[in-house]
């Protein structure tokens, strides 16, 4: 009994990890094509999930998850064309201010715009309660959002790995230089990939809106959990941030079965423990710009 | 002998420092210079939700008491900031004596942060109205002379919830599975919570304790099922009961669910149709009392919305200690303590009047328990709690329901 306890911890902690992932595989995306650490990638998660209960109230909840992260998409088109662009090739320190000042001037316009209150978001009741198959509980809407990350996981795979568009991004990941002598611009996919970034992001949030509280400051409790899953992964490695984050939720769950109260320590161990073994994370690339 | 007088310089020394500190920038206050007061809360964090509800509640307190005129003629001028985490409290707290020349402190709602600021104002020896925080250990083994407490702490809320129970035949011989925020008001909530089930017969079979920051419950959701227990309980503070009850509801346990401490923005956004069971509450919007209602009224043109209970507390505390001024014609720590000691009555917009207990510091006071409004019952989005019966009834002292003697070892 005590093996398919552990057991279920595991699958519900696989279930959390996808949910990582929607926000941690577009900050290591950003990261590895941009060179750039964004600490607002929260803001936008916060966002995602503010528009979302929005547009809930006015169009239902279907529309709210597709429009929302389009709109958050958009502004991130915004970010990168008049902010971040003018980082890609500065002292990273730089990227990291400005990205942090942003973080909070969105938290603060969150709260002018929302109110510092949290607000009130449902599941629609279609998607409340459990499924249980076998000895398993499953939460009928995490296993909605499940399917969602693994969809959007398959796209972004496809999309890096099937198109033009992605090998033109894994070259740049790798060399820039050789990608502009061959005559190719860089930056309209950095846009692309910003907009794909903090469109899931955005996603994630509106997904967690539901389920968990809305409120300005969400988006900085999410980066953290986003950062150790991306240093755990290695950048550059699609593979690295999927497996991570699941282990991030995995262990995170394994952890809270045995000794509860070090349920948030034990990711941090965890990241502490593989930087220890393999200070590129898991499945990181040797990239040559960043060395 | 030269040891003795070496003392006798530094005694000379510091005395000079304090009285440069605190005497000199007083010389520049003439009568009519306003009554400074510090304010901190916490505005960002797991409780920033209510702190800006607190904000709220004392600025709509000083902007009334300066238009009929101030206090002692003077008007008020209050400063409010975040305060952030304990340690940054503590330094708030000192700088607003050292440098704002703030007459008292107020506020607070995180239990370890008021602690510090409690050290803070015993160093100095200035009053602190505390006003939010909930931890019994506060107006228990920590207690001191210098701070008073308002809010109901942890033992009233068990005690308002715990009868309920006991009424609703929800207690004897029934399994309860608690989770507690791992600070120092989660802790004490649990012990309140453990010695309840001890004297009524519940069972506790599982405690988890849980970090402030949390904000995915499932791994526990997944222990309780698994634990199969009768009643689950919360001992969970801020931003935390909200995660639950929205994911309580997500998994759809079986199990009834209760707790011991809910804030009513807390309970607001957790969505429709996502709270259920019993909880407790210091103060209600849909309260019936006439000065209440007034209240709410000014408080709705004026916010657009109902006040949340902390809205409630910061008023009241701030019209409490304007009173002391006035009666008091002084802002003196020791006039100001002697007049709250005398435990004199205060309206709180309750029906009946509060007062300090003076041997503990701690505002006596009814506590309601709620239950929540079945479908269809809420007259808008903010009505959707069914007040209980206050406790104590109108027979009982309203210290009937506060920690005895006995119960609470603070000595001043």
């Known amino acids: ?291 | 002998m030269a040891r003795y007088s070496r003392r006798t310089l530094l005694k000379a020394g510091a005395a000079v420092a304090g009285a440069s500190a605190i005497g000199f920038p007083a010389i520049g206050y003439g009568q009519n210079e306003k009554i400074k007061i510090g304010h901190l809360t916490p505005l960002t964090g797991f409780l920033g939700a209510l702190g800006a509800y607190a904000q709220l509640g004392i600025r709509m307190a000083e902007e009334e008491i300066n238009k009929s005129g101030g206090v002692m003629g003077r008007q008020l001028d209050i400063t409010s900031e975040d305060s952030v985490n304990p340690a940054t409290a503590a330094t708030k707290a000192q700088r607003m004596l050292d440098q704002d020349g703030v007459a008292v402190l107020m506020g607070e709602i995180n239990s370890a942060s008021a602690l510090t600021i409690m050290q803070v104002a015993d160093r100095n020896k200035r009053l602190f109205m505390q006003i939010g925080a909930r931890s019994d250990a506060l107006r228990g083994k920590n207690c001191n002379k210098y701070t008073f407490h308002v809010d109901i702490p942890s033992t009233v809320m068990v005690n308002a919830v715990g009868k309920a129970l006991v009424r609703d035949k929800m207690m004897k011989d029934k399994k309860f599975y608690t989770l507690t925020a791992d600070y120092i008001f989660g802790h004490d909530l649990a012990r309140a919570a453990k010695s309840f089930f001890d004297a009524n017969g519940g069972k506790l079979i599982g405690d988890e304790l849980v970090a402030t920051d949390v904000t995915d419950f499932s791994p526990y959701l997944l222990k309780i099922r698994q634990a199969r227990p009768d009643v689950v309980c919360s001992n969970l503070a801020g931003n935390q009961v909200t995660n639950l009850i929205k994911q309580y509801a997500e998994f759809g346990l079986p199990y009834p669910i209760v707790g011991f401490n809910l804030n009513t923005a807390d309970a607001w956004a957790a969505g429709d149709g996502n709270l259920s069971g019993t909880w407790p509450t210091v103060w209600y919007h849909t309260s019936d009392v006439p000065s209440s209602k007034t209240f709410v009224a000014n408080f709705i043109k004026k916010n657009g919305k109902p006040p949340e209970n902390h809205a409630w507390i910061e008023y009241v505390s701030l019209k409490m200690m304007a009173q002391a001024m006035n009666a008091t014609k002084s802002t003196g720590t020791d006039k100001l303590i002697g007049y709250f000691e005398n435990e004199t009555e205060f309206d709180i917009l309750k029906g009946r009047k509060g007062y300090f207990r003076s041997w503990d510091h701690q505002l006596m006071q009814e506590a309601y328990p709620f239950t929540v409004k079945g479908k269809g019952q809420a007259r808008d989005k903010w009505d959707t709690l069914e007040l209980g019966a206050a406790i104590p009834g109108p027979s009982e002292s309203l210290a009937s329901i506060a920690l005895t003697k006995e119960q609470n070892p603070c000595s001043m």
């Open chain 1, 1 to 291: 009994m005590e093996f398919g306890f552990l057991l279920e911890q595991v699958v519900n902690g696989l279930v959390l990890g996808g949910y990582y992932l929607l926000i941690a595989l577009g900050l290591s995306l950003i990261f590895s094509v941009g060179g750039v650490v964004n600490l607002a990638h929260g803001a936008f998660y916060a966002l995602g999930a503010y528009l979302s209960v929005e547009i809930t109230q006015y169009l239902g909840f279907g529309p709210a998850m597709v429009l929302s992260p389009l709109a958050v998409a958009m502004l991130g088109m915004l970010f990168e064309r008049f902010i971040l662009r003018r980082f890609y090739t500065a002292d990273p320190i730089l990227s990291l201010l400005v990205t942090f000042g942003l973080a909070m001037v969105a938290e603060q316009a969150i709260r002018i715009v929302w109110g510092a209150a949290p607000l009130s978001a449902s599941i629609p009741p279609v998607f409340r309660g459990s499924v249980i198959v076998g000895d398993f509980l499953f939460s009928r809407y995490r296993l909605l959002i499940l399917v969602v990350v693994a969809a959007v996981l398959l796209g972004v795979w496809l999309l890096l790995h099937k198109t033009s568009f992605g090998r033109v991004v894994r070259a740049g990941i790798q060399r820039p230089d050789m990608v502009a002598a061959l005559g190719i611009r860089l930056q309209p996919y950095m846009t692309a990939i910003v907009m794909l970034g903090v469109g899931m992001a955005a996603m994630g949030g509106a997904f967690f809106a539901p389920i968990t509280i809305v409120h300005p400051a969400m988006g900085a409790e999410i980066i953290t959990v986003a950062f150790v899953v991306v240093v755990i992964g290695g950048l550059g490695s699609f593979w690295g941030v999927v497996i991570a984050a699941l282990l991030v939720g995995v262990v995170r769950g394994i952890t809270i079965h045995f000794v509860p109260a070090a349920g948030e320590a034990s990711i941090y161990i965890l990241m502490f423990l593989i930087l220890l073994v393999r200070p590129r994370g898991l499945l990181g690339e040797r990239i040559e710009k960043f060395e």
